[in-house]
């Protein structure tokens, strides 16, 4: 499968930004999906992980309650709702395609979008 990561942007704090994951093949509707995330000089961070028919998610303890994963199969997309954005959220945030029930571990991961800059500021 291949990922498209679009929709990041410059935001204030406490604003929102929907970010959205394209893919294209056959395989994308039975893939686990997640969202990482990498800042200048940091490793990079899990944000959230959906299952394959988007009845299940989890997210990373930084951004949970602020934070909504969600697919749409029929369009092979999947979402990331941020919302009550910090500082700190500014990073590069990656998309990831991967046949491992909901881990958050990005070596179980094998198809990677380009990733799309998001920068919130203070």
């Known amino acids: 499968v291949q990922l498209q990561a679009s929709g990041g942007g410059l935001v204030q704090t406490g604003g929102s930004l929907n970010l959205t994951c394209a893919g294209s093949?056959?395989?994308?509707?039975?893939?686990?999906i997640s969202w990482f995330r990498q800042a200048p000089g940091k490793e990079r961070e899990f944000v959230a992980v959906?299952?394959?028919?988007?009845?299940?998610?989890q997210y990373g303890s930084s951004v949970k309650g602020r934070f909504t994963i969600s697919r749409d199969n029929a369009e092979n997309t999947v979402y990331l709702q941020m919302n009550s954005l910090k500082p700190e959220d500014t990073a590069v945030y990656y998309c990831a395609a991967g046949y491992t029930h909901l881990v958050r571990s990005d070596r179980s991961y094998v198809s990677w979008g380009q990733g799309t800059q998001v920068t919130v500021s203070s």
């Open positions: 959906i299952r394959q028919d988007g009845d299940d998610a």
């Open positions: 093949g056959p395989t994308f509707s039975t893939s686990v």
